[in-house]
């Protein structure tokens, strides 16, 4: 006996990782499905040792299902996610789905697993660099308030799929080629124009608002506070964003800069609270120039902070570096950690 996992999504770049983090998982696994679109049916994903082959996403996929993990976009998830609960499954919907959704909840298990408990057959996993934060953050809410956070990403390619880390590799090697660049997914494949990423950086990560916040810099906002603070609107921490993508093909990282209640509290208290602090890697150490790097993240589950250190102009503000693998704890893992959040609660058993 055992779970019996379906992956939605499972030739993608957040699919192939969250196959991996079933393989690795320490739940008892009775068989795992691939699914993805038509065009993938047939096809094969490695998984352990050997293969799985990949079916189409019908109604029908999900019998006898236990766990779906989703992440084969937005749409996708509303059409086929209430099938998945309706077999009985638990969905942990990697997509935006249902994230805003009040009843739906948005969890990082080291921030707010308590959230679990009041699930309707779907969880909401938050969007990768809401989750590498809030992550770093929570340890330091918990030990000396935490009133309000400027964040500026330095985001990965991979959180826009497979197909947009081609591109960055495919224009790098044009560039070198001194061949023309013929952008065609970032910064989104959603808006009218794209632009190179290769040797770019392009403040643009999804589509824009009227009030020229990126959809992506509402969702840190809005997806912070209803992780740290219960609801997406919350003003108990302020929260701001500017969102950047950026040439490197994994692993998001952060400017943070936050502002707590305790008036007493030093950078060390804050290394402190951090090392003793689930999921979190200190890495801080400028004279030994030892602070967090994307390339060293890449594959680990865990979130790496360094440049810790107190504002000079402003009391009670300091600044981090977070930096996380977007494919893993900010999307695979966090979803197959919040399957293993819930059986460990109780909430999930095999069938
Ligand atoms: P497919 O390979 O069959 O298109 P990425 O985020 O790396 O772009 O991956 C997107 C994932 O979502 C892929 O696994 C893709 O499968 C899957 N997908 C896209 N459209 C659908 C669909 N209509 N039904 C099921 N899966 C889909």
Redesign the pocket.
């Given at each position: 006996s055992g779970y019996h996992v379906a992956v939605?999504?499972?030739?993608?770049?957040?699919?192939?990782r969250m196959l991996k983090m079933v393989a690795e998982s320490k739940l008892p696994i009775a068989s795992v499905l691939a699914?993805?679109?038509?065009?993938?049916?047939g096809?094969t994903v490695p998984f352990r040792d050997g293969t799985l082959t990949?079916h189409?996403?019908t109604d029908d996929a999900f019998k006898g299902i236990d766990i779906a993990l989703f992440?084969?976009?937005g749409?996708?998830s509303k059409?086929?996610a209430p099938a998945a609960v309706k077999a009985g499954a638990v969905v942990v919907d990697n997509t935006s789905a249902f994230r805003m959704e009040p009843d739906i909840p948005l969890v990082v298990p080291e921030v707010n697993p308590e959230a679990l408990r009041t699930h309707h057959g779907i969880i909401a996993n938050p969007n990768c660099s809401t989750i590498q934060m809030v992550t770093a953050l929570e340890p330091i809410r918990k030990a000396f308030g935490l009133k309000q956070v400027v964040v500026s990403t330095y985001q990965a390619v991979?959180g826009?799929?497979?197909?947009?880390?081609n591109e960055l590799f495919d224009e790098t090697q044009a560039a070198l080629d001194d061949k023309p660049l013929e952008p065609k997914i970032l910064p989104t494949a959603s808006d009218k124009k794209h632009y190179p990423i290769a040797f770019n950086a392009l403040p643009q990560i999804d589509v824009f608002e009227p009030d020229g916040y990126s959809h992506e810099e509402w969702k840190m906002i809005h997806e912070t506070k209803k992780i740290m603070a219960g609801d997406m609107n919350s003003d108990a921490i302020k929260v701001t964003a500017t969102c950047v993508r950026i040439p490197v093909p994994i692993a998001h990282s952060e400017e943070v800069y936050f502002e707590i209640e305790d008036a007493n509290a030093t950078a060390d208290d804050i290394r402190a609270a951090l090392n003793d602090a689930p999921g979190v890697v200190v890495q801080d150490d400028p004279s030994q120039q030892l602070y967090p790097q994307a390339m060293n993240a890449v594959g680990s589950k865990e979130v790496f902070v360094g440049r810790i250190r107190p504002d000079a102009e402003n009391p009670r503000f300091f600044h981090m570096w977070d930096v996380s693998d977007n494919l893993l704890k900010g999307a695979a893992w966090n979803s197959m950690q919040i399957a293993e959040t819930m059986d460990a609660m109780g909430l999930i058993q095999p069938k």
């Open positions: 939605v999504g499972a030739t993608g770049a957040v699919g192939t699914l993805a679109s038509k065009r993938s049916e096809k990949v189409e996403t992440s084969a976009g749409s996708v059409r086929f991979s826009a799929g497979q197909s947009a880390m």
